[in-house]
């Protein structure tokens, strides 16, 4: 399988991998030394996802639901954001790129990856590997073991920062390893800075979340009316909800002037049968008064 390499990068020393004997009881491959060449023949489309991290097979682990659920939530916040705001692309965890340090080779995967529009390199339909280097990785831990949440926490935050990659977002369901990360401008990962408990994206302007919200994952119709979230998220669903309320309104115009006019209508009604009985109330004392006459014989006409 041909695949484009990424250009040489010449940050910073990182640590190098270390060695793990595969666990033959469960078949896993994980720890097993392989060739780049055949890593990326063999292992990186294989059906349980593996990295690369100089010659080392590091598998991928498993997330139970609840870290599922939680990176299902982010990735769709970030999908609307880009729908809104088309100035990057994404990609999931079954592509990786690779980055070259001094003295090692790594090959990962992120469970999301995001490449802004002004990256010199650009994905394109049939890549099935990027060969550039990502703008921003989010990782969602696992707790399956120790080595896999230094791997995520220490290893990668250590290659992302010597890569070059712009932020590095961890996102831990227990809440005790989240972290959010950007490249300072003496190349250094800095938390970024919170207020009020809001991350906002120091490379996706306008981008936004509060932390909470990644353990509560509001509904989409409820974020839609957040500040925090109102300016990407269901803005056509916004439109229509505000275009319906604008009939509602007009609808209950038309309604109380129908009302208005029918209770004028009734008034109206009512004025016309009291002239009408009074207009027959008169004529019976004419009638009367004719009768009165032509008893004491007087023939009168009126």
Request: aromatic share 10%; proline share 5%.
């Amino acid at each position: 399988m041909k695949v484009m390499y990424a250009k040489e990068n010449q940050a910073r020393e990182v640590d190098p991998p270390k060695r793990i004997f595969p666990d033959e009881d469960n078949q896993s491959e994980n720890g097993r030394w392989v060739s780049e060449e055949e890593y990326w023949e063999n292992y990186y489309e294989a059906e349980d996802s593996y990295e690369w991290n100089n010659g080392i097979l590091e598998e991928k682990p498993v997330s139970d639901y609840e870290a599922y659920l939680m990176g299902k939530w982010f990735s769709e916040l970030l999908e609307h954001f880009l729908r809104v705001y088309p100035i990057a692309k994404t990609m999931g965890m079954e592509m990786g790129f690779r980055m070259k340090f001094p003295k090692k080779i790594t090959i990962r995967k992120p469970d999301i990856g995001v490449i802004l529009n002004t990256n010199p390199v650009q994905i394109k339909g049939p890549d099935r590997s990027f060969s550039g280097i990502i703008d921003m990785c989010i990782e969602i831990l696992s707790d399956s073991n120790r080595n896999e949440i230094e791997r995520d926490t220490k290893v990668k935050k250590k290659e992302y920062c010597a890569g070059k990659i712009h932020e590095y977002y961890i996102l831990d369901r227990k809440q005790r390893y989240t972290a959010f990360y950007y490249l300072d401008k003496l190349g250094k990962y800095t938390k970024i800075p919170q207020k009020d408990g809001i991350i906002r994206s120091v490379h996706l302007p306008g981008f936004q979340f509060r932390i909470s919200d990644l353990y509560v994952r509001p509904e989409l119709e409820q974020m839609s009316e957040d500040p925090i979230y109102k300016s990407f998220i269901l803005p056509y669903y916004q439109q229509v909800k505000q275009q319906a309320e604008k009939e509602k309104q007009r609808a209950e115009k038309e309604k109380n002037r129908a009302e208005r006019e029918k209770k004028r209508a009734e008034r109206e009604k009512q004025q016309a049968e009291k002239q009408k009985k009074r207009a027959e109330e008169a004529e019976q004392r004419v009638e009367m008064l004719l009768l009165r006459l032509k008893s004491l014989g007087i023939d009168a006409e009126l």
